[in-house]
């Protein structure tokens, strides 16, 4: 059974941080590119990150840019997104998604064919 498993949410103050894990079962995230995508309810889901097979490149949404960092253990089958300096805004459920094989890096959640359930981050004093 094909999966991706996010963990890491929870509540924290701002300025906090976090670290959120998605575990891949049943799916090698080799040639595949990753990406971390959040929703709030009624608004649509947004782009957060993404990573390509070999690391670089990586893609930022502007918001938050020089906070969130997105890496990735291949041996481990594992995506990494640490967030820190976190703001209330920040607040959502965030997901994990990875492309077919050999697609290249993209902020379109069209392109990305598997999901996971998600994690919520809350981001409140």
Do not use: H
């Amino acid at each position: 059974q094909v999966q991706l498993v996010e963990s890491g949410g929870g509540l924290v103050q701002p300025g906090g941080s976090l670290k959120l894990s998605c575990a891949a079962s049943g799916l090698s995230f080799v040639r595949r590119v990753v990406a971390w995508f959040r929703q709030v309810p009624e608004k649509e889901r947004e782009f957060v990150a993404a990573i390509a097979w070999i690391n670089e490149p990586t893609r930022y949404a502007d918001s938050v840019k020089g906070r969130f960092t997105i890496s990735r253990s291949n041996a481990e089958n594992t995506v990494y997104l640490q967030m820190n300096n976190l703001k209330p805004e920040d607040t959502a459920d965030y997901f994990c998604a990875a492309t077919a094989p050999g697609a290249g890096v993209s902020s379109d959640p069209a392109r990305y064919s598997t999901w996971g359930r998600g994690t919520q981050v809350t981001v409140s004093s």
